[in-house]
Each structure stands twice: as C-alpha cells, then as structure tokens.
C-alpha cells in the first residue's frame, strides 16, 4: 500500500476525486490532506470520507517547512498531489519529494501557467485569446512556478460560445480522469515490480513447507557466449549440468516416485485402507523432497510401492477367495 498525501486550499472536487478512486483499492491510499485555508470547503469534504485533514496557516509553510515534512513523514507518505493548493511549496518540501510531488493545471502547460494564472483567470485567459482548444496537465512540481516535466496531459476543445464557467467545467472532467492516472504512473516507478518467484520457492510455498534447497551457485558464461543478452544472433548454451541445476530443471537430486496414480488405482480398484496408506506416503514423498529431507522422501516412495503391493495382494486374495466361499454357501 503506497500512502499518498493532497495538498489542497479551495472547494476540493479533485481531491473527493481521487480519494473515490484510491480508498476503496488496496494499492494506494489518500492517507493525509493538508491545507494552508481555514475554512476551505475541502476540510469538510476530506473528513466525511474518513481521510486525516490538518490546517496549517501559511506561516508554517513558509518560515517552518519541517512541521510539514514531519507530518508527512509520521503518515509514511510516498507522493504528494497539489489538488488546487494556492500556496507556494517551500524548497525543502520539494527536495525532500523530488520527482515526487504532483501538480493538476487547468491549461495546456507551458500555455497559460506561472504565475497569477490559476482557477478561472486560465480560462477568461484561453477564451480571450480565441484559443479553439484547452485542457488540463498534471506535472512533477519543481521550484520552478507550472513548470516541471510533463507527465499527464488532455485536451477539450473551446466552442465560439464558451464561458470560463462551462470552460472550467469541461476540463474538471478531464482532470478527472488524469490526475489518478498520473499518480498511479508515477507510483508505479517508484516502485518496481516483484523479481518472479522461482519454482522452488512457488513450490515450497504451495506446499507450506521451508524451501530448504541450495541456491544454485552462479556459473561462469560459456565462452562461446559474450555475456551481451542484446546480441540475439549470439548461440546460447542450454546445456544443464545436473549437479548444479535447480530443482525442475535436472536436479541434483531427483525427486523418488510417488506412486500416486497406482495408489489410488489400488484404492479403488482393490484393497481400501492399505490403497489410503499408499496414498498418505505418497503424498509425503513430494513434501519431503521440497523440505530438503531426501532420506525422508525415499522412505515415503519406498513405503507408498510396499502398501501399493499390499493392497493388490489383499484384493487379489479376497475377490479370488470371494467365488469358492459363495459356491461353498458360506458368503
Ligand atoms: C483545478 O481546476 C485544478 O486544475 C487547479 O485548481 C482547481 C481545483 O479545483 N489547480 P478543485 O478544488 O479540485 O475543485
């Protein structure tokens, strides 16, 4: 779970937004919202849906910038999306999250950013300049007013009766839609990707027992093989040793049989309890083998083949002994 934090100053429907979207999910979280505005509608909002909202007057973000880093700290968050935040974000704050803080502008960026151009003078702005097409932006916040990389960006065309108001509604349905975006991008590259399990390790998880095999010991490349994985028309040797190889692949120490299909053919087919007993060693012999015990496991395979013969031989006997005992009138 990646804990993330909205800084926001005004009515607040981006960061409703985006709680709506993350809080219900397992994969990100809005754990925290600060706000430099006392009365903002969004305090409201964020505490109906249960999300943490402090207020900090704006001489804390200014002079005291470490208050803010505490807090974001105590709540283990990982990203920061200004969601109409009107303050300015002290450098401390950026360095500490660089690359890390989120910004959602009302404009086509670099058109119509900087300074003073915010909320609907953006679009009065767009309008009186004839601009056929607007839209929204999301970018990395640097120290540098609207002006950080790029990360999401969405167009709405501008029709000839447009006002600031239908203007700014139009692109709120865009910032909808990619402000979550450019926030589970950015998370995603925070944070990479599991390395896939090995098949010894799927296994003994399956299985609920230790993987207690060896890792394998990295062998030198071939020398026929340069060690480049670019160079696709290079041969590769796919030759495994099985000393060394891993299990599934020639292990060094192969896996005794089972016996399970016979098991259970002798089950149904012959005797009952010893078919069961067979199936029991059986399945020790699998569970043993990924623990590491080989002495146990051979013992299993071992024992699973005896109780296999027994129930044959039980099953032979009483269907062969079945037939004079009923012509005799004894069964
Ligand atoms: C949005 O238009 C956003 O682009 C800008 O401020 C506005 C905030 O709106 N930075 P809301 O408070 O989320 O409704």
Same mark, same amino acid.
């Given at each position: 779970m990646t804990n993330i934090a909205i800084f926001a100053s005004?009515?607040g429907?981006n960061a409703v937004n985006l709680v709506k979207v993350f809080n219900s999910g397992s994969r990100i979280r809005v754990a925290l919202c600060l706000t430099d505005?006392?009365?903002a509608?969004v305090i409201e909002k964020m505490r109906e849906l249960g999300v943490e909202t402090l207020y900090f007057?704006?001489?804390?973000?200014?002079?005291?910038p470490?208050t803010i880093l505490n807090v974001l700290h105590q709540h283990d968050i990982k990203l920061i999306a200004l969601a109409g935040f009107?303050?300015?974000v002290?450098?401390?704050i950026?360095?500490a999250f660089?690359?890390r803080i989120l910004n959602i502008?009302?404009?086509?960026?670099?058109?119509?950013?900087?300074?003073?151009?915010?909320?609907?003078?953006?679009?009065?702005?767009?309008?009186?300049?004839?601009?056929?097409?607007?839209?929204?932006?999301?970018?990395?916040v640097?120290?540098?007013?609207?002006?950080?990389?790029?990360?999401?960006?969405?167009?709405?065309?501008?029709? /000839?009766?447009?006002?600031?108001?239908?203007?700014? !509604? %139009? *692109?709120?349905?865009?910032? &909808?839609?990619?402000f979550p @975006?450019a926030i589970v991008?950015t998370v995603a590259?925070l944070t990479?990707?599991?390395?896939?399990?090995?098949?010894?390790?799927?296994?003994?998880?399956?299985?609920?027992?230790?993987?207690?095999?060896?890792?394998?010991?990295?062998?030198?490349?071939?020398?026929?093989?340069?060690?480049?994985?670019?160079?696709?028309?290079?041969?590769?040797?796919?030759?495994?040793?099985?000393?060394?190889?891993?299990?599934?692949?020639?292990?060094?120490?192969?896996?005794?049989?089972?016996?399970?299909?016979?098991?259970?053919?002798?089950?149904?087919?012959?005797?009952?309890? /010893?078919?069961?007993?067979?199936?029991?060693?059986? !399945? %020790? *012999?699998?569970?043993?083998? &990924?623990?590491?015990?080989? @002495?146990?496991?051979?013992?299993?395979?071992?024992?699973?083949?005896?109780?296999?013969?027994?129930?044959?031989?039980?099953?032979?006997?009483?269907?062969?002994?079945?037939?004079?005992?009923?012509?005799?009138?004894?069964?």
């Amino acid at each position: 779970m990646t804990n993330i934090a909205i800084f926001a100053s005004g009515n607040g429907s981006n960061a409703v937004n985006l709680v709506k979207v993350f809080n219900s999910g397992s994969r990100i979280r809005v754990a925290l919202c600060l706000t430099d505005k006392e009365n903002a509608p969004v305090i409201e909002k964020m505490r109906e849906l249960g999300v943490e909202t402090l207020y900090f007057p704006r001489s804390i973000w200014r002079d005291n910038p470490e208050t803010i880093l505490n807090v974001l700290h105590q709540h283990d968050i990982k990203l920061i999306a200004l969601a109409g935040f009107l303050c300015f974000v002290a450098d401390p704050i950026v360095e500490a999250f660089e690359g890390r803080i989120l910004n959602i502008h009302p404009s086509l960026l670099p058109a119509y950013g900087g300074n003073g151009m915010h909320g609907a003078n953006v679009h009065k702005a767009v309008i009186e300049a004839g601009e056929s097409k607007s839209g929204a932006t999301v970018h990395i916040v640097t120290s540098e007013v609207d002006a950080g990389p790029i990360v999401v960006q969405r167009e709405v065309p501008v029709l /000839p009766d447009e006002t600031p108001e239908s203007l700014e !509604a %139009k *692109v709120h349905e865009v910032e &909808y839609l990619i402000f979550p @975006e450019a926030i589970v991008k950015t998370v995603a590259q925070l944070t990479p990707p599991e390395p896939p399990k090995s098949v010894d390790d799927a296994w003994a998880e399956t299985l609920g027992v230790p993987n207690n095999v060896p890792p394998v010991p990295k062998s030198a490349p071939s020398p026929a093989y340069s060690g480049n994985p670019n160079n696709l028309s290079e041969p590769i040797s796919l030759k495994i040793n099985p000393a060394t190889a891993p299990m599934g692949q020639g292990a060094a120490e192969p896996m005794p049989p089972t016996f399970l299909v016979w098991s259970v053919v002798a089950t149904i087919l012959c005797c009952f309890i /010893p078919g069961i007993v067979a199936i029991i060693n059986s !399945a %020790k *012999v699998s569970s043993k083998y &990924y623990a590491g015990d080989i @002495e146990g496991a051979r013992r299993a395979s071992r024992n699973a083949e005896i109780w296999i013969i027994i129930s044959f031989v039980l099953g032979v006997i009483s269907n062969t002994l079945i037939v004079p005992l009923q012509l005799a009138g004894l069964f």
